[in-house]
Structures are given as C-alpha cells and as structure tokens.
C-alpha cells in the first residue's frame, strides 16, 4: 500500500464546475506538496501546506493535518486545468526526502 | 533565470551502454533530487543532495550512480543501462517554498 493515495485516479468534468481532489497519506509529515504535470509532461509546483489553507487564483489546497488529508479544489474550471494533478509529502523521519502519489488525471470538457 | 535544465529530452540506449543525464540549476538551492516516473506509478526518488559534495541514496538507487561537485550540477549516471531502466528522468531542486522541476528526460533502453 502507497503511503499517500490519491481519489479519483481519472476525472472527467464541464467546464466552469467546481473540482475537488483529495490525498491521504499514513505517516507523520512536515509538508505537502500538490504539483501538476501538463500532458507534454512538465511539472510545476502548485501550494506547499504544512497546515491551513492556501489560495491562488482558481486553487485552493487545504490541510488537516489531525486527519492526514488534503484537498485541492478548483473553482470554475476550464479545459486548460486538464493535467494530472500529483501530492507528496515530506515525511518527518526523513526531512530531505518526497513521496508521491500516483496522480490524479483530470480531464474538463468544454 | 532558466532555472532547471535537463539534457537530452530523449535518448535511446542500447543494453549495456552508459550514458550520463545532466542537470543544472541557477537558483542557488542547496537540495537537487532525481527522479523517475514509470506509467501508472508515482515519482520513486533515484538520488537526492543537500549540498556540494553530499550525496544519498533515494528509493530507487540501484543502477545509477550521482555526483555533486558543484552547487549548480547534479548529474546522474547509468552505467550498464538495462530495460528496466526505461522511464522519464526528472531533476528537481527545492526550496522551504516549493519544488522546481527539470522539463524531463525520456530514456528508452533495447
């Protein structure tokens, strides 16, 4: 079992609906990262949460860190948001490292 | 700023050939990391540096082998490439606000 586990694997949706996507993870933390990687393949760096919630533009990633849960949420989507979206985390034990989840794929339809 | 650089973007190899993945960053940042991505999969670290002259294995370290002599260079080597080595290599390097990726190397080996 992966440490952190992304939901929905695939997600399909209009244009203009709102977007949530979530990661679990099962170990102690001390910093998340959401990134999303463009079907050309680069990946860019969204939010690092160590707690709260944080906003840019139409993103926003929360964390519960009593609960080892984060969401993203997209507000008014659009087909440019249309990239997998990745979570990891930095685990406590071993500060300089990252693990991933398997990504989200989201697809926003016109 | 360029900020991380890759090369090459593709490479072929045969079995048993050795190739170097070169990475370069102008930011300064202490920590640099490489990755691959096999489809399905989350990103497994290879290797990962906190600083010139320091090194350490990540997940997935067999294989390859990394130097830093500098800040800016963080090359990662295959000595004796095997099909099991075929993914998309990506460099990164972070500060305490976020990740910075390279744009990806996709190696095919036969």
């Known amino acids: 079992k992966n440490e952190v586990e992304q939901s929905p694997q695939n997600l399909t949706a209009q244009e203009g609906e709102f977007i949530t996507i979530n990661c679990s993870y099962s170990?102690?933390?001390?910093?998340l990262h959401w990134l999303q990687q463009h079907p050309g393949g680069g990946i860019v760096s969204l939010f690092m949460?160590?707690?709260g919630k944080k906003k840019h533009g139409r993103l926003i990633a929360t964390i519960n860190i009593q609960e080892k849960h984060s969401s993203l949420h997209i507000t008014a989507s659009h087909p440019r948001d249309s990239a997998v979206y990745i979570c990891a985390v930095r685990k406590l034990e071993t500060g300089n490292q990252f693990y991933f989840g398997t990504g989200t794929s989201l697809t926003v339809i016109p | 700023n360029a900020g991380v650089t890759q090369t090459p973007k593709f490479r072929i190899l045969k079995i048993g050939q050795s190739m170097t993945l070169q990475c370069t960053q102008d930011m300064n940042h202490n920590y640099m990391y490489w990755y691959r991505q096999d489809p399905g999969m989350g990103l497994k670290l290879i290797y990962y540096?906190?600083?010139?002259?320091?090194?350490d294995k990540g997940e997935v370290p067999n294989g390859y082998n990394v130097s830093r002599s500098t800040t800016e260079d963080f090359p990662l080597r295959l000595e004796l490439a095997a099909p099991s080595q075929t993914s998309v290599y990506f460099c990164?390097?972070?500060?305490?606000?976020?990740?910075?990726f390279g744009s990806g190397t996709r190696l095919t080996v036969v």
């Open positions: 949460l160590s707690s």
């Open positions: 990164a390097s972070t500060t305490p606000g976020g990740y910075t």
């Open positions: 170990v102690g933390i001390s910093a």
């Open positions: 540096s906190v600083g010139a002259g320091i090194t």
